[in-house]
């Protein structure tokens, strides 16, 4: 018997509550991993609250990450006591996922936890981070350089927004934040923001094309904030888009695209394949400074998650959550 949250749907309705189950509700999997430490990302708000249709079987354990050990393996890849990390594949939304103290899952789906990161620092990171990680290997990829000017990041203050600025800054680009909360002014530029500015500034129905500021973008917010980015960034620049918190619509044109050359990236951290994911947390490990994390971090316990999921859709949480499954 162990603990987890557990999602569930019937005639009395959409309902999530912390229950203490057995391996039964677990779905079929070759590797079974003791989870240490989890974390709460946008998605797993939505699929807690039932803001958003993320679940689609039921009952279900919620929780698209986890760190931990390896209790069982009848996959060649992994043995016991192996330490690993999960980051999408569907868990949390058709599989069971990373909000308990035990998870069951393929052993494909797994990677190996860097060396230098403790279980608890993978969660600090999550898959925010590796997602914002990906963002900053497209733009790389595009060609973009620290000198090739501003990168801007939108919903600066969050999980990818958070990660993606300490590393850029650590890279040695210049940083602009966009974020709601001017409050966190202070704690953007601590992680290397250059400038912290309104996202008033961005979130209005704009100019089908303005006037260029950006070599680069890493947008989560999408709906207007994604179209103004696009709007003005520079010649042959590059935006990376991985979320919508800000709504899914993109109320653009495609001057950006045919008049400046433009090139938006769709980032999917979901079902990447592994050499991606072993790329990205491969950089992760060399590019992030780990002290940043504390600043990042946010820590509650298995029996927090519930509220703690409304307040971040509500934008109260800054940074990262990370979830202590055993409390």
Not at 13 to 28: C, F, K, N, S
Not at 238 to 244: D, K, S, Y
């Amino acid at each position: 018997m162990f603990k987890a949250l557990l999602i569930s749907k019937d005639d009395a309705g959409y309902r999530t509550a912390l229950q203490t189950i057995d391996e039964t509700v677990l779905p079929a999997g070759d590797v079974t991993v003791k989870v240490e430490w989890s974390t709460l990302n946008y998605k797993d708000a939505l699929a807690i609250t039932g803001a958003s249709p993320v679940v689609r079987r039921f009952p279900m354990v919620p929780g698209i990450d986890f760190a931990g050990t390896v209790l069982e393996s009848a996959n060649a890849a992994w043995q016991a006591g192996d330490k690993v990390i999960l980051n999408g594949w569907g868990v949390g939304e058709t599989h069971c996922g990373g909000l308990a103290e035990v998870a069951r899952v393929k052993g494909e789906w797994l990677l190996a936890l860097p060396s230098n990161f403790s279980t608890r620092q993978a969660m600090a990171i999550g898959t925010a981070g590796y997602t914002a990680m990906l963002c900053v290997l497209a733009l790389e990829k595009h060609g973009i350089r620290p000198a090739d000017g501003e990168i801007l990041v939108t919903g600066a203050s969050g999980g990818v927004g958070s990660v993606a600025i300490a590393v850029m800054a650590q890279l040695g680009y210049t940083v602009v934040a966009s974020t709601g909360r001017p409050g966190e002014a202070a704690y953007l530029k601590a992680l290397g923001a250059s400038e912290v500015i309104d996202r008033s500034e961005l979130s209005k129905p704009g100019k089908a094309i303005s006037k260029e500021r950006w070599a680069g973008v890493i947008d989560s917010v999408g709906s207007h904030t994604l179209a103004n980015a696009c709007a003005s960034t520079k010649y042959r620049g590059a935006v990376a888009a991985c979320g919508l918190a800000g709504g899914m619509d993109f109320p653009a044109t495609v001057a950006p695209f045919i008049l400046r050359g433009v090139t938006l990236y769709g980032i999917d951290s979901v079902m990447a394949p592994l050499e991606v994911r072993q790329e990205a947390w491969l950089r992760l490990s060399r590019d992030l400074d780990v002290a940043k994390l504390d600043a990042i971090t946010h820590e509650i316990g298995l029996s927090s998650a519930i509220a703690t999921a409304s307040d971040l859709l509500a934008g109260q949480v800054r940074g990262r959550v990370v979830v202590d499954v055993t409390r």
